[in-house]
DNA sequence: AACTTCACCAACCGCGCTCAC
DNA sequence: CGTGAGCGCGGTTGGTGAAGT
């Protein structure tokens, strides 16, 4: 592992920043600003290199760093925020202020993750439960998790109901198609898995087939967990379709952080592409929920796409985001 | 008191992206 | 369009202090 390019033509320091090189840096980014990184370092006077500046003044002389430990809130928020957009640390870092990309990544891999691993086996029961432990297992378990670890170790914790797809193969529940008119969005899918994709209903055919029965143990596993609604193992509707983008990588994917029953949950990119006219929200129980242009249940996983149960929701929760946005 | 193990976290590193040339 | 500089990000390392033996 060698040097930064920035750090190759000269000798520069290295370790823990002392108090004096602190001051030198605060002073010359108090008066020049940090527009360009790699001069900043020549004009502090230290022998550091721009990445070691910036990643100083970022995550500790900043003035509006927040120190001290995590509240419940907040690991609250990272556990929800990471169940459904994984290891995007700069994403999560912006929903709470004052914390740094560094900081809860630190935290969740020396406290958070170990507490979730710790945490006995449980079933997917789990996700009745304001846990939201719990909740970021049932995350994991549905592919809302971008890691697949993190899945594995979801899949693992299941112990009453068959295996779940894990977040890859919640990729292959769906089959890719070159083009389709209807296009949805899905949240906490890493960039890999970006594209579009269709129900594949062609039963005849060997592989596809399989993909079939993988989207009807979807169905059946999201009609056993809420409320135990009717499972009448129903061939999901042929017209669903998705086009899978890396959302979490979206800046519009900011906006969409709703309130729903007092747990955070992403309600999906809400805006990701043009001539899209489709949202996307998950429910209270973190299922999916699309929505077309008129603001109308194009699919639910629950019951193939009932409009009643859509307005219920609508009802239920009026502050929610709905509908379109563009 | 001395040594070992563990936990935390500051900092480094490589990679990938953007943008200017 | 290709290339390289610069930046931002996530993964990882390693130093340090606390806790345990």
Redesign the pocket.
């Known amino acids: ?7 190759k033509e000269r000798k ?6 002392s108090p004096e090189e602190d001051e030198k840096l605060i002073r010359c980014i108090n008066m020049h600003g ?7 370092p020549e004009k502090a006077g230290l022998q ?5 500046c ?3 003044w ?3 002389l900043r003035p509006d760093i927040k ?1 001290g ?1 995590f509240t419940q809130e907040e690991e609250k928020l990272i556990i929800s925020l990471h169940g459904a957009i ?8 912006k929903y709470l202020p004052g914390r ?4 809860i ?3 969740w ?3 958070i993750k ?1 507490k979730l691993y710790q945490k006995p086996s449980s079933t997917i029961t789990a996700i009745s439960s304001t846990s939201t432990i719990e909740q970021y297992e049932y995350n994991s378990q549905m592919g809302f998790g971008s ?1 697949q670890s993190e899945c594995l170790q979801s899949q693992h914790m299941t112990s009453t109901n068959a295996p779940l797809p894990m977040v890859e193969d919640t990729t292959s529940l769906l089959c890719r198609s070159s083009s389709s008119p209807s296009k949805h969005f899905i949240t906490g899918l890493n ?1 890999s898995t970006a594209g579009t994709w269709t129900h594949n209903t062609d039963h005849n055919n060997k592989d596809n087939h399989q993909h079939y029965y993988q989207v009807q143990a979807l169905y059946n596993n999201n009609n056993n967990n809420n409320n135990n609604n009717n499972n009448n193992n129903e061939i999901p509707p042929a017209t669903t379709s998705f086009t899978i983008t890396p959302s ?1 990588l979206d800046t519009d994917y900011q906006q969409s952080l709703i309130r729903i029953e007092e747990n955070l949950v992403p309600a999906g990119a809400i805006k990701s592409h043009e001539n899209c006219g489709t949202n996307m929200i998950n429910d209270a129980n973190q299922q999916l929920m699309i929505i077309n242009s008129d603001d109308q249940l194009v699919n639910y996983p629950y019951n193939n796409g009932n409009l009643q149960l859509h307005q219920h929701y609508h009802s239920k929760f009026p502050e929610c985001f709905w509908g379109q946005l563009y």
């Open positions: 592992m060698g040097h930064h390019y920035c750090c520069v320091k290295r370790g823990l920043w940090y527009g360009c990184w790699s001069n900043v550091r290199c721009g990445k070691s910036r990643f100083r970022l995550n500790y120190r430990r994984g290891n995007s640390w700069a994403h999560i870092s740094t990309d560094n900081e990544k630190n935290y891999n020396s406290w170990k890691s960039s979490c």
